[in-house]
């Protein structure tokens, strides 16, 4: 059974930093892309970043510069190291592995004053 399990969100002021972890198990992590999605009140779920197997990266216009995902294929962990938050960053955010075909529970991230 996969299981994904994400920690690290919070409350945090406008223009910090977070790191967001997942950690994956019953799967063998390093033969997937893995992803960062995130849901707002009221808005569909967005892709924030995501990594192939191979470490390969992709983030939307939105987060790049700001953003960056990283992996560790040995401990089966995925990372999503957010800096310069933004009050627009605010939202739910999901691991996905597949990705879109497992996803964790969410952690909130809230980015305010």
């Known amino acids: 059974q996969v299981q994904l399990v994400e920690s690290g969100g919070g409350l945090v002021q406008p223009g910090g930093s977070l790191r967001l972890s997942c950690a994956a198990s019953?799967?063998?992590?390093?033969?997937?892309?893995m992803a960062w999605y995130r849901q707002a009140p009221g808005k569909q779920r967005e892709l924030v970043a995501e990594i192939t197997n191979r470490g390969r990266t992709n983030y939307p216009d939105s987060v790049k510069g700001r953003f960056s995902i990283s992996r560790d294929n040995a401990k089966n962990t995925m990372s999503l190291q957010m800096n310069s938050l933004k009050a627009e960053d605010t939202a739910v955010y999901y691991c996905?592995?597949?990705?879109?075909?497992?996803w964790g529970q969410g952690t909130q991230v809230t980015v305010s004053s």
């Open positions: 996905s592995i597949g990705p879109g075909d497992y």
């Open positions: 019953g799967t063998i992590f390093s033969l997937y892309t």
